[in-house]
DNA sequence: TATTGTTATACTCTATAACTATA
DNA sequence: TATAGTTATAGAGTATAACAATA
């Protein structure tokens, strides 16, 4: 990085300013950057934070609908899976019922672990979050997944 | 996609979907796969659209300046504006008083071409903010600033 | 026939290191 | 010494296609 040299910052026109989809994607690049940048000890699992929890909320759930939760393809999850697995974050068992099925489970130490991981993020939060009001945090919230909503509605294509 | 199966989705914990850093996430993956599904008949522009516009709004940017401003180290900016001037959207010219530097500018076939591909955006903007007013909209871009703003100050070390 | 998990494979995106030419 | 652009290279991360097992 540079020290001395002059930066001076470019010209953002406003037709990108005003754009939703340009300044969340700025943002999350950034929030993503961060916050990989910041946490670490952890192996892995930072990056799968958002999916460790929900196998915690969600225990036994195959793997199929864990990737269409995460919008990935399952051949996609597989060695992701494997890698967790082997770093003891997570098990998988054979469903009886359905012998075609495994069963994502995490381990009572992975358990464990996601406590001091989500301290992690929580700090990572409230940097993010700084300065907003707890109603600027509802509005936000609401916004966001009013976005989420249009964007499923194009997806299912309803619009 | 399978269509007759029973899709029971995932229970979402609370301590996920209270995150802003979340959701913006999902946003964020799902706006762009839309964007990118819907959007045809540009080339390789349509990711480079918001770099595109910088291009246009600072005519002559330096290839590492234009780096800096979109997070990419200058090598990983090399072969995209390669592919670019290639397809005819910019070129680049050597900058006399410094022969380091290579300025780069949309020619005036790709600020044509831009015009076409921004109508797609606006398109998209829409379907993603709908339902949202405009009051709704100036705060929604109003809270991204500071978040925006919030990781600047992390990233700058004041944090 | 359809679904699940897996593998092999390839593609995209990105960074790092090393180089050259310039300042 | 530092900066700009480039190249070679490697590493993530992802999808597609094909497969066996099972429903």
Same mark, same amino acid.
């Given at each position: 990085m540079a020290i001395m040299r002059d930066i001076a910052e470019l010209h953002e026109p406003e037709a990108l300013a005003?754009?939703?989809s340009y300044r969340i994607r700025l943002v999350q690049i950034a929030a993503y950057k961060?916050?990989?940048?910041?946490?670490?000890?952890?192996?892995?699992a930072p990056r799968y934070?958002?999916?460790l929890k929900l196998i915690e909320a969600n225990p036994g759930v195959p793997q199929a609908r864990l990737a269409e939760a995460?919008?990935?393809d399952r051949s996609s999850l597989v060695p992701i899976l494997q890698e967790l697995e082997r770093e003891g974050w997570l098990e998988r068992r054979a469903a009886p019922q359905d012998r075609r099925v495994r069963r994502v489970f995490l381990t009572p130490e992975g358990a464990g !672990? %996601?406590?001091?991981l989500e301290r992690a993020v929580e700090e990572h939060e409230? !940097? %993010?979050t700084a300065g907003l009001s707890a109603e600027d945090l509802e509005t936000l919230h609401r916004l966001l997944l009013r976005l989420d909503d249009n964007l499923r509605d194009v997806q299912?294509?309803?619009v």
């Open positions: 005003r754009l939703v961060t916050f990989e940048a910041r946490v670490s000890g952890h192996g892995p934070y958002g999916m995460i919008f990935l !672990r %996601l406590v001091a409230a !940097r %993010l299912a294509g309803r």
